[in-house]
Nanobody, 114 residues
């Protein structure tokens, strides 16, 4: 049974930074793509960033240049570094990976005040 446990997030002023972590177990972390999604109130969940097993990263247009996704395979942990945060980045953020089925972290709230 795969498990994704998130940490990080919180309240930050606009322009600030936060780092989210996602510790995984039960998946082949070296091979799996790790995804970061977010869901703002009243909106659908959207993909923010992804990182493949080979380290190739892709970003949503809204995250490009401000967010950086990384992975530490000895620790089976993925990270999402978020810089220059804006009020519109306020959302619950989820890490996710597909291993037979899609698994999700528990979600963590990120609130950016103006």
């Amino acid at each position: 049974q795969a498990r994704l446990v998130q940490s990080g997030g919180g309240l930050v002023q606009a322009g600030g930074s936060l780092r989210l972590s996602c510790v995984t177990s039960g998946i082949n972390f070296k091979l799996n793509t790790m995804d970061w999604y977010r869901q703002a109130p009243g909106k659908e969940r959207e993909l923010v960033a992804s990182i493949k097993g080979d380290g190739t990263a892709t970003y949503a247009e809204s995250a490009e240049g401000r967010f950086a996704v990384s992975r530490d395979w000895p620790r089976s942990t993925a990270y999402l570094q978020m810089n220059d945060l804006r009020p519109e980045d306020t959302a619950v953020y989820y890490c996710s990976s597909f291993w037979g089925r899609r698994y999700w972290g528990q979600g963590t709230q990120v609130t950016v005040s103006s």
